[in-house]
């Protein structure tokens, strides 16, 4: 996105499990999406904790200098026969508290291209207590980095701290299949489908609006300017509550935190996405 500029205060709904209700205040982070230039300042000056979320091989071949590297498959776990589900607290406290993790760290979370992998971090912190405000994201990830002659290192990341990574739980950004089932006719609910067209065309949530999540980024891995992304997700930013699914909620994760960072007040992610509802004989489905 280039380059985003937005300061938003956004209120949250309760969700799991409950009705529209009263409105409870988070703040979004300004400038979610940080631009290469505004990390280099951040890792120079040590401001934030750099998080490299690409597979273990491509790390130790050259990442941000002081970058840890995390799997984000150590923050997912399979409950209730669901593959890819937030993981339990104990589980998600300890792969956290390895990559030396506060509640109250700034955080700078890299990946390939600014792709699920980073916005699943951010949306799993803020989750459990991270401050918005203190989320980042840099834009295009580590091939805009490379691509702008950011500075690299070979040698691993030490984490530092980790004694406190989680704060309370935020239920407000999350739905499950009850909760979904329970909005399918609700108009001030919309399901936004982000899969790709393919898994799109074999069957989908009823009701469901389809915008692939890669529609948001441009050929070199960035997001759209902010007026093409206002276009693209008119119908979202129009309707009181989004809840955006995938097949696991992962690519879903980086639909959350494009609107969140558009202003939308109340976006959730549907965690279980496909692979729970379309595995469900007892929920509907339409082609």
């Known amino acids: 996105m280039r380059p985003f500029t937005l300061v938003l205060v956004v ?5 799991v499990g409950a009705q529209s209700g009263a409105a409870e205040r988070v703040e979004a982070g300004p400038d979610t999406f940080a631009q290469v ?9 040590a401001t934030h904790v750099l998080v490299d979320l690409r597979p273990p091989a491509e790390y130790r071949t050259g990442h941000a200098p002081g970058a840890v590297n995390l799997d984000i498959g150590a923050l ?3 409950v209730e026969g669901v593959p890819g589900q937030l993981a339990p607290r104990p589980r998600l406290a300890a792969a956290l508290a390895a990559a030396g993790i506060d509640v109250g760290d700034a955080i700078l979370a890299i990946d390939a291209e ?15 207590g991270h401050a918005p405000e203190k989320l980042r994201l840099l834009d295009g990830g580590w091939a805009a980095w490379v691509a702008a002659g950011g500075p690299q290192s070979v040698e691993p990341g030490v ?12 239920p407000e950004l999350r739905v499950d299949a009850a909760w979904v089932q329970a909005h399918l006719a609700d108009p001030a609910v919309l399901l936004l489908d982000v899969r790709g067209d393919e898994e799109w065309a074999a069957g989908r949530i009823p009701g469901a609006q389809h915008v692939p999540w890669q529609d948001a980024r441009a050929s070199d891995g960035r997001l759209l300017p902010e007026e093409k992304l206002r276009e693209l997700y008119a119908r979202a930013l129009s309707t009181p509550t989004v809840a955006v699914y995938c097949a696991s909620g992962m ?14 007040s109340d976006v959730r992610v549907y965690d279980g996405s496909w692979n729970e509802w379309g595995a469900r004989p007892d929920l509907p489905k339409e082609l």
């Open 114 to 128: 600014a792709g699920p992998p980073a916005a699943r971090l951010l949306w799993t912190l803020q989750s459990f």
């Open 11 to 15: 209120p949250l709904v309760s969700c």
């Open 159 to 170: 984490p530092v701290g980790g004694e406190a990574p989680l704060g309370a739980e935020v």
């Open 251 to 264: 690519r879903a994760s980086v639909i959350w935190l494009v609107l969140r960072t558009l202003g939308h």
């Open 37 to 45: 230039d505004e990390a280099r300042g951040m890792v120079a000056d």
């Open 76 to 78: 997912r776990a399979e």
